[in-house]
């Protein structure tokens, strides 16, 4: 039998006996026989005949076969070892080898599954057919309500961000048009107690679109008309066609009054900074405003006067319309303002936000209303 | 096979298998290379006839220590002029035989000290 694996140790290992079998056989059988023969010799040398001592010698020197089994065993004992090792080297070598080839066929099947799987996506972006990426969830959703096109439920986009604005084009409101001096936009924030309403109009939230509130999810936006034919006092309708030179100058009213609550706002597009607003009522018409009036804030304790300076525009050619300009020049810790005028026109309200770093005076600051001569006086 | 002697006796087969091994150790030390024959003969005569070496210990034996290598063998013509096969031992046969003594001396010695003289074996059994 041959021994491959085992040629490699033996050098290591017991020699076994060279000699074949029937060499061993031989051997065995020449040292036996002359034992047997000395032996008979020895025993006829007693005084037996050579049958008697033949087989005596025989009967003393006991069972030949197994003598000589016994002592091929003893001859072949480092070959039997050998052919064992042989045998579990085999086995050995054998699981390795299963061991190994059960490993590639794990790796294969894997890479051809791995394979097999991108050829499946190439095909499907070859015939367009992709699966379409799951869509995210919507932060949350707004309603819409009023004079739009499509009133109803809308969901806010992905990243939650919509500004008021935004959504008004998406459900497309109506266009400021001969009739339609404005469009009142109503956006109600939260619910019960903490429900919160602020009031907007397009053309304000067009003029500057930094005030342009973002969204939140469970808004309610209210949008309606703001027409010509609103109540109030006689000529206040605007002419067909009518400009800011049909209008008389404004003036402040004797009877206006400055309301000086100073009140801080949260900011909904700056959660961290307040907003001051002030309120300013007058029994007048005011939505008569027309030229470039200004006003003045005063602080005690302070040298210079805070200049308000607003003025009206039409817009749209029959709308009256009142914005800031230019709101404050010389008091730093006023950061900017923002005129709303009421629905019926008779309140005109007054946002101002401070800059940082606004001194805690600021928060008793009252309205001097000057006269015309005085707004007259003032700078451009 | 252990080695028969003469009286009947029950000695552990270990005990005499080493035995038989460290003999032929002694024998071929003694007297030379000589063949299976020839030492079963001369275990036999030393010993006066006490211990006869059966020819199924006596081969095996041979065999084992040839393959271990405290023995080596040739084939070669006998003092009757007839091909017999000679064993004559080996350096490290020699070494071995060497171990063995010292190690059946002290057992013998031990045994000896327990087993006590015949005087003294006597005087034990008449106290009993």
């Keep these: ?380 | 096979m252990p080695p028969r002697t003469a009286r009947p006796s029950s000695t552990s087969p270990e005990l005499l298998q080493g035995t038989l091994d460290m003999m032929i150790l002694r024998v071929l030390e003694t007297g030379g290379s000589n063949h299976g024959y020839g030492i079963a003969r001369r275990i036999r005569q030393m010993s006066e006839e006490v211990l006869i070496v059966e020819e199924g210990s006596l081969y095996p034996a041979l065999h084992r220590l040839e393959k271990r290598g405290f023995l080596r063998s040739d084939w070669r013509p006998s003092e009757n002029n007839r091909r017999a096969k000679f064993y004559s031992l080996t350096g490290e046969g020699r070494e071995k035989l060497r171990t063995e003594t010292d190690l059946w001396r002290d057992l013998s010695t031990a045994i000896g000290r327990v087993m006590g003289t015949p005087r003294e074996r006597g005087v034990l059994s008449a106290e009993c």
């Design chain 1, 1 to 380: 039998m041959p021994l491959p694996l085992i040629q490699l140790v033996r050098p290591w290992l017991p020699t076994p006996d060279p000699r074949t079998d029937d060499d061993l056989s031989r051997d065995l059988e020449d040292e036996f026989t002359f034992h047997l023969a000395r032996l008979e010799e020895e025993l006829a040398a007693d005084g037996r005949d050579a049958a008697a001592a033949h087989d005596l010698a025989r009967r003393r020197f006991g069972d030949v076969d197994s003598i000589r089994r016994a002592c091929v065993r003893i001859a072949r004992k480092e070959e039997r070892m050998l052919q064992k090792m042989n045998l579990v080297l085999m086995i050995v070598v054998l699981l390795m080898l299963a061991a190994v080839s059960v490993q590639m066929w794990r790796a294969q099947s894997a890479q051809t599954e791995a394979i097999r799987s991108l050829g499946e996506q190439l095909v499907a972006l070859r015939v367009g057919t992709t699966a379409a990426p799951t869509p995210q969830e919507p932060p949350g959703q707004v309603y819409v309500t009023g004079a739009v096109n499509r009133s109803g439920t809308h969901n806010l986009p992905v990243n939650g961000r919509m500004t008021l604005l935004q959504l008004l084009s998406s459900v497309g409101h109506t266009q400021i048009q001969r009739g339609i001096d404005d469009i009142k936009i109503t956006l109600t924030s939260g619910t019960g107690e903490a429900a919160r309403t602020r009031i907007y109009r397009l053309t304000e939230l067009k003029a500057e679109p930094a005030t342009v509130p973002f969204l939140e999810p469970g808004d309610v936006v209210d949008v309606s008309l703001i027409t010509s034919n609103l109540p109030g006092p006689a000529g206040s309708a605007s002419a067909p066609g009518g400009g800011s030179t049909s209008r008389p100058p404004f003036r402040v009213p004797d009877d206006a009054r400055l309301v000086g609550t100073w009140e801080h706002v949260a900011d909904q597009t700056q959660p961290e900074a307040t907003r001051w607003s002030l309120t300013i009522k007058s029994t007048d018409d005011i939505t008569n405003l027309s030229g470039d009036p200004e006003g003045a804030l005063a602080a005690p304790g302070i040298a210079h006067p805070i200049r308000l300076r607003f003025k009206t525009s039409r817009m749209g050619g029959a709308t009256t319309n009142v914005e800031i300009l230019d709101s404050f020049e010389t008091v730093g810790y006023l950061q900017h303002g923002r005129f709303v005028l009421s629905h019926d026109g008779s309140t005109l309200t007054l946002n101002l936000s401070p800059a940082p770093g606004a001194p805690p005076e600021a928060e008793r600051l009252v309205f001097t209303r000057i006269s015309t001569e005085e707004n007259a006086a003032l700078p451009d």
